[in-house]
């Protein structure tokens, strides 16, 4: 590995030329043609990916924007909640989209709250592995021939109440205006994941899931292996879930491809046991974002220092490397050669803040009548009464925009985006041909704050404002 001591992984060395035609940038003429079509496909026709001198790909725009007007709405191809997250928020694992209930939603909170697990990161992580989704609090009814959360501690709530809460029994006043989509089951029966609806549970499954799922279906020394990595990822890094589903999708997409190819009876060429081609093939949408290995780039903590970065590197380095082996021993496959890559935020705002919102603003006596059944459970939740969905996951489109300390657009959810999609919004007017820049950062902040910040992203900005402030400074 350049730069660095070794690679503990022998699979750099054994496959280094096929490992070094994977992260290679992909040539000019397949980007333009990768995202002509994806742009197609994504139904954003005012957009054209293109290179620029000073960034490499760069976003431009092929009509005028008005200020406000949607630039682009960007599905996530791979992402993943990040673990302690999934205390506050149960999503669709596909869409990332709330689901169940109002009820559900404050229920499963209080109860995963008074269980501890909101204050103990470990506990967290244990849940998130068996993960405590929708059965798994109802299961525990099985366990008692009373109420089960009877003795919960720190909500003045009972145990009963919540649970009438979580089981469709008890319902808030309004909520229904709220309503979200009922929960759909992991098709694999893992009880990790849950979806919206069953083409998010089938399309979950087929691009990702079928691999990492530790249902019925997995062989058990498979899933207790997974059940490692996941326990693994979940107290060291959670980046190490969003690799794993990175690896599935390549590993999917290249079985697909490899079926296709079997149909039409082509010749596929093999390469020491891989075929590569292929392999390369199914890795295109991956390699269209990648830029470095996550240990070369991922930002140094504020807590290193400087001069230690080179075994700060080497360590997390091998902290990938024990999770790949880790996620090997539960998805071996022989015919890919896996990789880490890069991340970007996802948000999905909470429907809770809406309803409690709507609570607050109902005119009298109705807003008392309804506060006398909403205030119990809002005081429960605390400040924290409504935490967004959060997690990572790579956005094909949204990740071609460069920076601008200047940008004409950013990236905004409005109240009808209700899901895991990247929304980029125009913040002025852009003319045709226009650059479309985003503000990685605060841009409220002066110069040397947000150069400092864009270092972490491992460039200097050169955009007209920071042209013009350093020029007067
Ligand atoms: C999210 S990507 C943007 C797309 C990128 N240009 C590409 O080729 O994939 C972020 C990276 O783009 C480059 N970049 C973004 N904005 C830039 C700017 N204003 N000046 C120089 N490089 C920039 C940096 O390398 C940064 O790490």
């Not at 969003?242 to 079997?262: D, E, G, H, N």
């Not at 852009?430 to 650059?435: D, F, S």
């Not at 992203?457 to 955009?463: A, E, P, R, S, T």
């Amino acid at each position: 590995m350049e730069g660095g001591s070794r690679s503990p992984c022998p699979l750099d060395m054994d496959f280094s030329t096929q490992i070094a035609a994977l992260l290679s940038p992909p040539s000019a003429e397949s980007v333009k043609d990768y995202y002509d079509e994806l742009i197609a496909i994504r139904k954003c026709p005012g957009l054209k990916i293109n290179f620029n001198n000073d960034s490499g790909k760069a976003v431009f725009s092929v009509k005028e924007f008005e200020e406000g007007e949607l630039v682009l709405k960007d599905p996530v191809l791979v992402a993943a909640q990040h673990t302690t997250n999934k205390v506050d928020c149960l999503v669709c694992s596909h869409c990332f989209r709330f689901i169940g209930s109002v009820e559900l939603q404050i229920g499963r909170k209080l109860i995963l709250q008074d269980l501890g697990l909101t204050d103990d990161n470990e506990k967290v992580c244990t849940m998130a592995s068996h993960n405590v989704g929708t059965d798994s609090l109802f299961d525990r009814k099985d366990d008692t021939s009373t109420s089960t959360y009877q003795n919960l501690k720190k909500n003045y709530i009972s145990g009963e109440v919540l649970e009438s809460l979580v089981g469709g029994k008890l319902s808030l006043p309004f909520s229904s205006i709220f309503s979200l989509p009922s929960v759909f089951d992991c098709p694999g029966g893992c009880k990790e994941e849950h979806y919206c609806s069953k083409s998010c549970a089938d399309s979950d499954w087929e691009f990702v899931h079928s691999i990492l799922c530790t249902g019925r279906n997995k062989e058990s020394s498979q899933r207790d292996a997974m059940l490692k990595f996941i326990e693994h990822a979940n107290s060291t890094n959670d980046i190490f879930i969003l690799a794993a589903k990175v690896i599935s999708f390549v590993i999917l997409r290249f079985k697909k491809l490899k079926q296709l190819c079997l149909k039409k009876n082509e010749k596929c060429t093999k390469l020491v046991g891989i075929d590569f081609p292929l392999l390369l093939e199914a890795w295109k949408p991956v390699s269209m974002g990648f830029k470095k290995r996550w240990w070369d780039c991922i930002a140094l903590p504020d807590d290193v220092d400087a001069s230690d970065e080179q075994s700060f590197r080497m360590q997390i380095r091998d902290l990938a490397y024990t999770s790949l082996l880790l996620l090997k021993k539960s998805i071996f496959e022989d015919e890919c050669a896996p990789c880490i890559l890069g991340n970007f935020d996802l948000v999905v705002a909470s429907p809770i803040e809406d309803y409690f919102i709507y609570i607050d603003e109902l005119p009298s006596p109705d807003k008392e009548e309804a506060e006398k059944l909403t205030r119990p459970f809002l005081e429960s939740l605390g400040d924290e009464y409504s935490v967004c969905c959060q997690g990572t996951g790579f956005y094909p489109i949204q990740s071609c925009m460069n920076h601008s300390c200047l940008p004409n657009a950013k990236a905004f959810k409005r109240d009808e985006d209700k899901d895991g999609q990247a929304v980029i919004i125009a913040v002025r007017p852009i003319l045709e041909g226009e650059e479309i820049t985003i503000s990685y950062i605060d841009e409220d902040l002066p110069y040397e704050e947000r150069q400092a910040l864009l270092a972490d992203y491992g460039f200097k900005c050169m955009c007209p404002r920071c042209v013009e402030e350093k020029r007067k400074a």
